[in-house]
């Protein structure tokens, strides 16, 4: 899902379908409360299940959010494919890493450039 996103192509329509049921399935355990003004309360707090409810509820406020456009993957050569969120500025952040994956990727072309 994150990587069609990232990549602006449709979702794999089993894949939605599967995020859709367990979505439906963790909301349902959502309830408003008046709690130092109005607050999401997850029900039962103790569930098992509770990380799971939250991770699915945050990935749909992402896939829903104003800017799936700062959704990108990493172009690492050596096919990294990490997902990050790109927080900078101007939306120019390329790698998932500089330290993983941007430095060896620009070493390795300064290189292959002054070999020739």
Do not use: I
């Not at 707090?45 to 749909?60: G, I, K, R, T």
């Not at 969120?85 to 390795?108: E, H």
């Amino acid at each position: 899902m994150f990587e069609a996103a990232a990549r602006g192509a449709a979702p794999d329509r089993a894949d939605l379908d599967a995020l859709n049921r367990a979505l439906a399935e963790a909301l349902a355990h959502r309830r408003l409360a008046p709690d130092a003004g109005w607050q999401w309360r997850w029900e039962p707090e103790d569930a098992l299940e509770l990380p799971l409810w939250q991770v699915l509820a945050s990935a749909a406020e992402v896939l829903t959010g104003d800017d799936l456009s700062r959704l990108k993957q990493c172009p690492a050569p050596d096919g990294c494919g990490w997902l990050f969120y790109d927080v900078s500025k101007n939306r120019s952040r390329r790698w998932c890493s500089m330290r993983t994956c941007g430095n060896p990727a620009k070493v390795r072309r300064f290189q292959q450039r002054h070999r020739a």
